[in-house]
Nanobody, 125 residues
Framework: VQLQASGGGLVQAGGSLRLSCTAS????????MGWFRQAPGKERAIVAA????????YYTDSVKGRFTISRDNAKNTVYLEMNSLKPEDTAVYYC???????????????????WGQGTQVTVSS
């Protein structure tokens, strides 16, 4: 599975961005998907995750109410809608995929086998 992330950029605090991650080479609808981020000097951390159908989602506490993860299996794409952005959201954002049946998803980066290349999100104060 190959993943291509896009949509990052520079935005002022309070602004919005939508990240996209498009998959190829596999059966997208079989995979749970995750968005992770890594700021300089910090470990890669989960932002949000979604199961294969989109019926089950997870958000880390710091983004609840501001970010929304969704997927369109017909387009082989997962999205991360980010609103009310804060300077502390600045990081490289990565999408990840792995086969997880049912309503489940992984929240640890260790469990994901497939990764996109990362897209930079910079939020200015």
């Amino acid at each position: 599975v190959q993943l291509q992330a896009s949509g990052g950029g520079l935005v002022q605090a309070g602004g919005s961005l939508r990240l996209s991650c498009t998959a190829s080479g596999g059966t997208f609808s079989s995979y749970a998907m995750g968005w992770f981020r890594q700021a300089p000097g910090k470990e890669r951390a989960i932002v949000a995750a979604i199961n294969w159908s989109g019926g089950s989602t997870y958000y880390t506490d710091s983004v609840k109410g501001r970010f929304t993860i969704s997927r369109d299996n017909a387009k082989n794409t997962v999205y991360l809608e980010m609103n009310s952005l804060k300077p502390e959201d600045t990081a490289v954002y990565y999408c990840a995929a792995d086969f997880v049946p049912g309503d489940y998803y992984y929240t640890s980066w260790i469990n994901y086998d497939y990764w996109g290349q990362g897209t930079q999100v910079t939020v200015s104060s």
